[in-house]
């Protein structure tokens, strides 16, 4: 699965990077802002699911990412924030959301939860750590 990852924390976006990666997965970005997500889209690689940080720098908004990339390319996204109640309140454009912090397992489990959801299939199991808005 291609997983854009949108997250301003570089320490974090490294984690997120290689524990995506040990598990098979393709990296797109990492962005830190809207605007580069929207970039790497643009570069013609298109996701297959994005992990969306909601406070991102510069007044940069996640929730704005997934609003306009979930209606644009119907491309589902998880936010990866400590800011649930935002998360929450955005249900709408996002598959589920991943409470920092987080295990590293969780995101890996998260995506192949994400990944049979997306092909129409009935998880096997919900992770710990991910709470899915479907």
């Given at each position: 699965m291609k997983v854009l990852i949108l997250e301003d924390d570089e320490q974090l976006s490294e984690l997120l990077v290689e524990e995506i990666a040990e598990a098979g997965h393709t990296i797109l970005g990492p962005a830190e802002t809207?605007?580069?997500?929207?970039?790497?889209?643009a570069g013609g690689d298109m996701p297959d699911l994005a992990l969306v940080d909601i406070k991102?720098?510069?007044?940069?908004?996640?929730?704005?990412?997934?609003k306009e990339a979930t209606h644009r390319f119907n491309l589902p996204c998880i936010f990866v924030s400590s800011d649930v109640g935002d998360?929450?309140?955005?249900?709408?454009?996002?598959m589920g959301y991943i409470s920092k912090p987080f295990r590293p397992a969780t995101i890996v489990d998260s995506l192949e939860t994400a990944q049979s959801i997306i092909?129409?299939?009935?998880?096997?199991?919900?992770p710990d750590g991910l709470e899915l808005f479907q």
């Open positions: 809207v605007s580069e997500a929207f970039a790497v889209i991102l720098r510069h007044g940069s908004r996640g929730t704005e990412f997934a998360a929450i309140q955005h249900r709408h454009v996002a092909e129409g299939k009935v998880p096997e199991r919900i």
